[in-house]
């Protein structure tokens, strides 16, 4: 089990007790639920052949948004950086390990895993938290997302374009 504050350092920069709270709790619970997956080794996408990691996407996105953030002014830094750190904490539930890689599961396939992060999130009472994680992806598309959930979305897919870049 790895501790999430040596996995994703920016959880030193929520100022906010509750949201570190909720992303310390929630890194902690996905690992529980599912100790046969190496976070480090689980990759970010399955739509391209890439040996990056979920971990360092993760890192990638949140970093990318808090600049974002910090340059525009009036947005919710705290938020903003907890949504980053768990905008795709439902793939460890829906990726499953097969031999050495990784295919979607049945939940990608049925819920995909905005829903199933925002429905593991939701317990923690945050809706603001809930709608960037939900919203991160396409599901958000017909509605009215947040400032935070617009940098969140935007960043996570400059992330995988440019990686798709790389690999195709
Ligand atoms: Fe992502």
Same mark, same amino acid.
């Given at each position: 089990m790895y501790k999430p504050e040596h996995l994703f350092p920016l959880i030193?920069?929520?100022?906010?007790?509750? !949201?570190?709270?909720i992303v310390i709790s929630a890194w902690h619970e996905v690992q529980?639920?599912?100790?046969?997956?190496?976070?480090?080794?689980?990759?970010?996408?399955?739509?391209?052949?890439?040996?990056?990691? !979920?971990?360092?996407?993760?890192?990638?996105?949140?970093?990318?948004? !808090?600049?974002?953030?910090?340059?525009?002014?009036?947005?919710?830094?705290?938020?903003?950086?907890?949504?980053? !750190?768990?905008h795709d904490i439902g793939k460890v539930l829906t990726y499953e390990k097969r031999g050495e890689g990784y295919l979607a599961g049945p939940l990608e396939k049925t819920?995909?895993?905005?829903?199933v992060g925002a429905a593991l999130i939701a317990r923690f009472g945050n809706f603001d938290l809930v709608h960037i994680v939900y919203t991160h992806s396409h599901e958000g598309d017909n509605l009215r997302r947040s400032k935070e959930a617009i940098i969140i979305h935007h960043c996570d897919f400059i992330d995988f374009e440019l990686e798709k870049r790389k690999v195709q």
């Open positions: 030193g920069r929520i100022d906010d007790s509750d !949201l570190a709270r529980e639920r599912r100790p046969g997956v190496d976070l480090k080794k689980l990759p970010f996408t399955l739509l391209i052949p890439t040996k990056r990691s !979920l971990i360092d996407h993760t890192n990638a996105v949140t970093e990318m948004a !808090l600049r974002i953030g910090e340059m525009k002014g009036g947005l919710n830094l705290n938020l903003l950086i907890a949504g980053g !750190l768990l819920l995909r895993h905005p829903m």
